[in-house]
């Protein structure tokens, strides 16, 4: 027979009252060795043995017929709900058991395992029967060997050495908070799996060759993830693209839109407002992307990030700060992001820079508000590129002028151009972001300019030369100059800039040829190329001459005209101001400003200008 002793009460009546006995509790060993089977019906379980079962257990929906003193004979927990009358004070002699870990599942091993029947132990099962048994108090107190210390032994020499293993349990410890926390089995496997990582990777470099590991690595869950990331860069025995490999990999299986291109979402501009479509997102039943779960996700990679420059592409990063931004992650996470992005802002492409502007339509707003409203962010970009310039300076590098840079400022402000709402201030601030001396040709800025005139059709004249005065036509190439010497949506002052700088460009490289020393060791066909270049260049030299001299004969015309009128006239003042008028014909379009309502009387002499001042 099996007794389990319960603590007596040790006061006693100094009159010689009666005592309080020692209880004993008999627990008969048939219980357990005539247990037959289990059987289950309508969330009920039933354990069939000769003696009647004399207890309820309720846990989660289901009811578990049991013996009583079964259980008190290993669980701690039932025992003292017996010495606290808690049973037998219920209806029913019921017990429920609250938030027990592992649910129904979990309690029915153990009341197999308490019953003798066999319980394998393995990586889906230890985990939950380890916290079970913490529940109920299943200790070496009421049997050596009992199922606390048989949990123990499987997760120390068995999962724990185990990769595969040690993986596994953390998966069904998903569900199991926060005893999995308190019992320390998460911690012990994610150091588990970043060991044995590390050890791999020192040994045959097998990680990073490859990435056996990622797969199992990205299927956890996010706070485990980083838990096992964060355990390896404090051992510092794997490469920072390696981990940043992980990550990557990791925002590709659970974040909605990290592949999408461009940028994160997609705009449409014929609506009431800006259309941001997260694709491929996972959705509940009813349809709704979680973004709770994603700003935490973001959160945490944003956080486990390696600092070196090479553990993430520039690429990455940027979509990270979109998906950032969408989701409302923390701003101090997203400042260090854009740091790090102007750290490598060389390496970017257009459209990863391409923004989403989260407030492009503010209905609450009046529609003069809103056509100030931009698609894109244009901030975000401006401060990439001074975090870039500052960073270039800390290198005392000085290299805000490389090429790829100024490259991909101007194709962001040809792609700016298209939008209606974006205003002159707005695109010559971004030009002029980048010093004086960056840019060494002006090709990108024109088709920018050019793109944005297309797009805003009504500027007047003087927004046009505000425009065009962030441009040096000096630094155009041939070919731009000979498409903006014909370009009617350009202001008639620079085109005449443009024929100018190309005029003088032609002049220096003819005076360079005629001082460079003849050289026998020249190839002939070098020689010819370079001779029919200079022939070339004269031919359009005199066709700009010609066109320079008819512009001189038009305005010789307009001045005997204007002599011719004068003489009929008698208000010589009236007169004057009509002087005036057709002085400015000419003049103002180079040195002041037009008004809208003289533009359409002079469209006629203007489109005759433009035609002598063709190149073809």
């Not at 389990?4 to 020692?22: I, K, Y």
């Not at 750290?343 to 529609?367: K, Q």
């Not at 903006?484 to 008639?492: F, V, W």
Request: proline residues 3%.
């Amino acid at each position: 027979m099996k007794s389990l002793t319960a603590t007596p009460n040790p006061e006693s009546d100094s009159d010689g009252a009666e005592q309080v006995r020692d209880q004993r509790i008999v627990v008969p060993n048939k219980l357990i060795t005539q247990a037959e089977c289990v059987n289950t019906k309508d969330q009920a379980w039933f354990i069939t043995t000769q003696i009647p079962t004399d207890l309820k257990i309720k846990v989660e929906e289901v009811t578990f017929n049991v013996h009583k003193y079964t259980l008190i004979s290993k669980c701690g927990y039932i025992g003292r709900k017996e010495l606290e009358s808690s049973i037998s004070t219920q209806e029913g002699n019921d017990l429920k058991l609250e938030n027990f870990p592992g649910g129904s599942k979990a309690f029915e091993m153990v009341l197999k395992y308490c019953y003798g029947f066999p319980v394998d132990l393995n990586s889906s099962n230890v985990a939950p029967l380890r916290c079970a048994s913490e529940f109920l108090e299943m200790t070496e107190e009421f049997e050596d060997g009992n199922l606390i210390c048989k949990t123990e032994s499987f997760l120390t020499f068995v999962v724990l050495l185990s990769w595969k293993e040690s993986l596994a349990v953390l998966k069904t410890c998903e569900s199991l908070s926060p005893w999995a926390e308190n019992l320390q089995i998460v911690r012990r496997c994610c150091d588990s799996v970043a060991r044995k990582l590390s050890r791999e990777n020192i040994v045959g470099d097998t990680v990073s060759e490859d990435g056996w590991w990622l797969n199992d690595l990205t299927a956890l869950r996010i706070d485990y993830f980083t838990r096992i990331i964060t355990a390896i860069r404090a051992k510092g025995m794997i490469k920072p693209e390696t981990i940043g490999q992980s990550i990557e990999q990791y925002a590709r299986k659970w974040l909605p839109g990290t592949e999408m291109d461009p940028g994160l979402g997609e705009y449409t501009q014929d609506k009431s407002d800006l259309q941001i479509s997260i694709l491929s997102g996972r959705k509940d039943e009813l349809g709704i992307v979680h973004s709770k779960e994603n700003k935490a996700i973001i959160e945490s990679l944003l956080s486990i990030l390696p600092p070196q420059r090479e553990a993430v592409s520039c690429r990455f990063l940027l979509q990270m700060l979109k998906m950032a931004r969408v989701y409302s992650a923390s701003p101090a996470l997203i400042s260090e992001l854009e740091k790090r992005i102007g750290m490598v802002l060389e390496d970017a492409n257009v459209i990863d820079i391409l923004i989403p502007n989260c407030t492009y339509i503010d209905r609450g707003n009046s529609p003069n508000t809103q056509k100030e409203r931009t698609m894109h962010d244009i901030e975000v970009v401006q401060r990439l590129l001074e975090y870039y310039s500052l960073f270039e300076q800390q290198q005392q590098q000085h290299r805000i002028g490389n090429s790829n840079v100024c490259k991909l400022i101007d194709n962001y402000l040809a792609e700016l151009a298209r939008d209606p709402n974006l205003s002159i201030t707005k695109f010559q601030t971004l030009a002029n972001s980048l010093s004086e001396n960056a840019r060494h040709c002006h090709d990108g800025l024109y088709r920018a300019i050019d793109t944005y005139l297309k797009t805003h059709p009504l500027l007047s004249e003087h927004d046009r030369r505000k425009l065009c005065k962030i441009m040096n036509c000096e630094k155009l190439s041939l070919d731009a100059c000979v498409h903006a010497a014909q370009n009617d949506r350009l202001p008639l002052r620079t085109i005449v800039q443009v024929l100018f700088s190309e005029q003088v460009k032609m002049r220096s490289a003819m005076q360079e040829k005629e001082k460079a020393p003849s050289s026998d060791s020249d190839h002939d066909g070098n020689h010819l190329s370079t001779d029919r270049e200079i022939k070339n260049l004269k031919t359009e030299l005199e066709s700009v001459k010609a066109q320079m001299a008819e512009l001189q004969s038009d305005y010789s015309e307009l001045q005997q005209e204007y002599e011719k009128i004068s003489n009929k006239q008698k208000n010589i003042a009236g007169w004057g101001f009509g002087w005036k008028k057709i002085k400015n014909s000419f003049h103002t379009r180079i040195d002041g400003d037009e008004p809208a309502h003289q533009r359409h009387s002079r469209t006629s002499s203007r489109i005759s200008l433009r035609r002598r001042l063709s190149m073809t």
